[in-house]
């Protein structure tokens, strides 16, 4: 017998994987006609259905619309992962997430509870899980929501996150010094920024770091910029967004937006022997004592205390319904229902669609937060490093910690005012048990002020826009430059990211980039779901974080 080409082999071979899947295709067409046919004979009474659809065509699709859904995401390029390096660079692991696994008086990890740790997900196998070794009562925060799927938007292993500072960098010292400055300012009302001695000299101290990656004015960070995200809208008018201040309507109430405020100047793991409980995974020795009456959000730690105890969405889903509040006219000018004679939204354009999609995209989001922090990142939080700075100015260790930190104006009043060099903490727990980067609030409020944008209109103008006074009893006209949707609701989104950097337990970088992927995952929610709709709708257009314009 001749030899035959290779190519025709192959053709061949082609040809008769095709054969098999039409063979295959047929017997099921097969197999469904039969089952119609059953379910037409089976129904005693006629179809009262009306529609231009058969129920047939109707199933089929719908099949097809979730099948082209999955398409697109499955074929977007694969993102790649990187990472800061820290893990392979230090062997005793002092630039990862350690908390709550045991440590050494130094707070440096036991190895073998790490490479547990590792192994179990690296596997993802829940029985390794359950034999990770602890330090103390308190658990790891759900690290097996790494690997969960979903069934809308992007897989949370499909999506981006740039590289974090590492453990020596420049950047990664600034962003230390500025934890610090907020710590020692948490009391400072934000209206007295300008003139207060503390901002004034955090200011002109974070002017100095060579790598400090936020917002500035001349190229210097002022008291106007300070602790303020980079978003457009960030800068204008007061550092409270006008979604912190105004009332809520809520079914048939309205809550007034006056909160427990924790007393001033009581912050937590100040102690070395109360730093390293926490630290291996030990219950905190006190608790927070709050002041009456309670209080407009007015400085560091009433933000921060905030963004403490709040559920998920509760920021978002506050500012869905003060949004609805100011009726027709916030809505997005593309929603096909504001020219309509006949019929207003609401399963579809309208409350029920708005409030359901920002819990939506959420929990989407904390998945691929949750990807990065366990899967990939593994970054430590600021507390584990103010340990790292602690040990070194008392010559218990030489860690590589850039030599800007240490030249920080901080340092010394941290010192002066608590005796050690830990960074004060606005909780007595300190952090949650899951790695810093990115910031799950960030993630979570990036996701759903994405929905908003979508669905409300950005340039609407906020009425009566209001500034807490300075003993957060009372709200005061504001009077200034007009505040718009966009820019209150990107404001909103950086007071609930960076309210956790003012507590102590993140990072800039942690909030800014968290943001980012929260607007990732809303935005492919957003495009998974635009060809579900009847109505003549062109398109989601929203303003990105970044500042640029899109139509989905």
């Not at 950097?501 to 957003?526: F, Q």
Request: charged fraction near 20%; hydrophobic fraction near 35%; proline fraction near 7%.
């Amino acid at each position: 017998m001749s030899k035959k080409d290779p190519n025709i082999m192959d053709e061949l071979f082609d040809l008769d994987e095709e054969i098999t899947d039409m063979n295959q295709e047929k017997k099921i067409a097969s197999k469904n006609k039969k089952k119609d046919k059953e379910y037409v004979d089976t129904t005693s009474d006629p179809c009262c259905q009306i529609g231009p659809l058969t129920p047939i065509q109707r199933r089929n699709k719908a099949f097809q619309i979730r099948k082209n859904a999955a398409q697109f995401e499955r074929d977007l390029p694969l993102p790649s992962h990187p990472c800061n390096g820290d893990e392979n660079r230090f062997p005793n692991k002092i630039g990862n997430f350690t908390k709550a696994l045991p440590h050494n008086e130094l707070g440096e990890v036991d190895i073998h509870a790490y490479n547990a740790f590792i192994q179990a997900l690296t596997t993802g196998n829940p029985d390794m899980f359950e034999n990770i070794p602890l330090g103390g009562v308190v658990k790891l925060a759900n690290p097996q929501a790494a690997y969960a799927y979903d069934m809308m938007g992007p897989d949370s292993h499909h999506t981006f996150i740039a590289i974090p500072p590492a453990f020596s960098s420049a950047w990664r010292a600034g962003e230390m010094a500025e934890d610090y400055w907020a710590a020692l300012t948490r009391d400072v009302p934000f209206n007295d920024y300008n003139t207060n001695c503390l901002t004034m000299a955090a200011a002109e101290d974070l002017s100095n770091f060579s790598d400090f990656r936020g917002p500035k004015q001349d190229g210097v960070v002022t008291t106007e910029t300070l602790f303020r995200g980079d978003t457009p809208g960030d800068l204008v008018g007061p550092y409270v967004s006008q979604f912190f201040f105004k009332d809520i309507p809520f079914g048939n109430r309205i809550v007034k937006q006056r909160y427990n405020s924790p007393v001033a100047g009581k912050d937590f793991m100040v102690t070395y022997d109360e730093w390293l409980n926490i630290q291996n995974g030990g219950l905190p020795n006190e608790a927070i004592i709050f002041d009456k009456p309670r209080r407009y959000i007015r400085n560091g730690r009433d933000l921060g205390q905030w963004v403490h105890v709040d559920f998920t969405y509760q920021g978002v889903l506050s500012a869905c319904l003060i949004l609805l509040g100011f009726g027709e006219n916030a809505l997005d000018p593309g929603n096909p229902y504001l020219n309509s004679k006949t019929q207003n939204g609401f399963i579809t354009f309208g409350a029920a669609q708005f409030l359901d999609f920002v819990a939506k995209a959420v929990r989407v989001a904390l998945e691929a937060a949750w990807f990065q922090k366990f899967l990939v990142q593994r970054v430590l939080r600021p507390e584990a490093f103010g340990g790292c700075v602690q040990n070194n100015l008392t010559g218990a260790t030489d860690y590589p910690i850039n030599e800007e930190l240490f030249d920080s104006t901080s340092l010394p009043i941290v010192f002066e005012k608590y005796g050690t060099y830990l960074l004060p903490m606005a909780y007595p727990e300190g952090s949650p048990t899951h790695p810093a980067y990115p910031a799950g609030h960030a993630t979570a409020v990036g996701a759903g002020v994405t929905m908003l944008k979508a669905f409300f209109n950005e340039a609407f103008i906020i009425p009566n826009p209001v500034v807490a006074s300075s003993n957060g009893l009372r709200l005061l006209p504001y009077e200034g430059e007009d505040l718009t949707v966009g820019g209150e609701l990107n404001k909103f989104a950086s007071n609930i990211s960076i309210g956790r950097d003012l507590a102590g337990v993140h990072w800039r970088s942690d909030s800014i980039d968290g943001l980012n992927l929260g607007e990732t995952v809303a935005i492919r929610i957003l495009q998974d779901y635009k060809n579900t709709y009847n109505e003549d709708f062109e398109g989601f257009t929203l303003t990105k974080f970044n500042g640029t314009t899109i139509i989905i």
